[in-house]
């Protein structure tokens, strides 16, 4: 019927086969159940989100999670209901309190110990550690070029009233366009993949 599970090189069945897809990071093995309950803004079945170690256990039930970004270092974001979190690999949560934008293409993750917020009143972005310690401030109009929050080797890119500003994963300050007379920037990397 389409649905999708995990078994072992052994034909051991570690996750049921009765999940809409099954991916694996961080060492764990993400599940994604429909839910029959609910319905998103479209009328859509919404999934639910949980996960596995790879010998089968249940971390986190896999209807615990309305979504889900996948892990990075130990780490993902969630939502449940009105609730954004930080969850580890070994489910233990913490809510956070501030937004983290849109959910896909990596922003929601825990990059350099850190993770992009907004505040929920001014909209500004900054970011927090792992343990909800503020490290950059929630004072930047945008991060980085296309709103991704990735830290490349270590730095950011963050823009705040039209000057562009790389900072490191300590907060410091590396180049600042306005003070240093430059009229762009744009952080360069290389990918191995």
């Given at each position: ?73 130990g780490y993902s974001i969630f939502k449940r209901g009105e609730d954004i979190g930080l969850v ?106």
């Amino acid at each position: 019927n389409g649905k999708q599970g995990v078994i072992s090189s052994a034909g051991k069945v570690v996750v049921p086969i009765e999940y809409e897809s099954v991916r694996f990071c961080d060492d764990l093995i993400i599940v994604n159940y429909e839910g029959v309950d609910r319905k998103d803004y479209y009328g859509f079945r919404k999934d639910y989100y949980g996960f596995f170690s790879y010998s089968g256990d249940i971390i986190m039930e896999p209807r615990q999670y309305d979504d889900f970004a996948d892990f990075i270092n130990g780490y993902s974001i969630f939502k449940r209901g009105e609730d954004i979190g930080l969850v580890d690999i070994f489910g233990k949560e913490t809510i956070i309190p501030y937004d983290v934008g849109s959910w896909g293409y990596g922003e929601n993750c825990v990059m350099s110990g850190l993770i992009r917020v907004q505040d929920k009143e001014s909209k500004k972005w900054g970011y927090i550690d792992t343990q909800l310690n503020v490290v950059i401030p929630t004072i930047y109009d945008r991060v980085d070029g296309y709103d991704i929050p990735v830290f490349h080797q270590g730095i950011v890119l963050l823009k705040q009233n039209n000057n562009k500003i790389i900072l490191d994963s300590k907060g410091k300050i590396i180049i600042d366009c306005a003070k240093q007379g430059y009229e762009d920037l744009e952080v360069v990397y290389h990918r191995n993949d």
